[in-house]
């Protein structure tokens, strides 16, 4: 067992209950330099409350080649609104269209293989070069997120996982971006409440969750990057 796993299993149980300014502190305190926000750019939350505990983060943006132009737009918006950030952009090893003359349309045919190659791939080699990362996944996104923790050890990508709005609610979530006048893809107002990339991302029918609206039709649930 490594240092760094003792280090958020211990970590896990101590910030059970930490708000997420106290746990993205932990973070800064815990690991300097050596950590990354992740964001799928369908708002700056997570950024925004980063960016107050810690002005010069680098922020994670998986470059798929897929995505919605709202997202690219929300991605050069929080450059400008927090310029101290630092947007570290990871994409594949081919270009959409070295992977279409390859393979086709993977997001149509494997999008298992689609998000392996454009999402799984980039984001472990950009998280070689850190010691912890934080994300923005909550207990409510969809049940198979239901359990978790603020803190964890990632045993795939052999790092720390921080969690920091793992407990808010919708409601609680809605109040920030209202509050603080956060950036949000326009695509949410537009009844897109997991945004991804464009070809496989629709609107979730009334009364699912904010995910079914992520590979709609098909047994996939995650892209592979938290599970």
């Not at 570290?88 to 190659?117: I, W, Y």
């Amino acid at each position: 067992m490594t240092d760094a796993r003792v280090l958020a299993e211990k970590a896990e149980r101590e910030l059970a209950d930490a708000t997420a300014a106290e746990a993205l502190a932990w973070t800064a305190e815990t690991f300097g330099d050596s950590f990354i926000v992740a964001s799928n750019m369908q708002d700056a939350v997570l950024i925004d409350l980063a960016y107050r505990v810690k002005k010069d983060i680098d922020i994670l943006f998986l470059e798929t080649g897929y995505h919605f132009a709202e997202t690219i737009g929300v991605r050069d918006a929080v450059d400008l609104v927090y310029p101290e950030a630092r947007i570290v952009t990871a994409e594949a090893e081919q270009s959409v269209a070295e992977q279409e003359a390859e393979f086709g349309l993977l997001n149509k045919t494997d999008p298992t293989k689609c998000c392996f190659l454009r999402k799984v791939v980039p984001l472990q080699r950009t998280l070689k070069n850190y010691d912890a990362w934080v994300t923005g996944v909550r207990r409510v996104d969809a049940p198979t997120r239901a359990n978790t923790p603020i803190v964890q050890w990632d045993e795939r990508n052999g790092l720390v996982k921080v969690n920091p709005i793992a407990p808010w609610t919708d409601e609680e979530f809605s109040a920030y971006i209202a509050e603080h006048g956060i950036l949000e893809n326009p695509l949410v107002g537009e009844g897109y409440l997991s945004i991804g990339c464009a070809p496989c991302t629709s609107k979730p029918l009334p009364g699912q969750d904010a995910r079914s609206g992520r590979w709609a039709g098909q047994a996939k649930t995650e892209c592979g990057l938290h599970g």
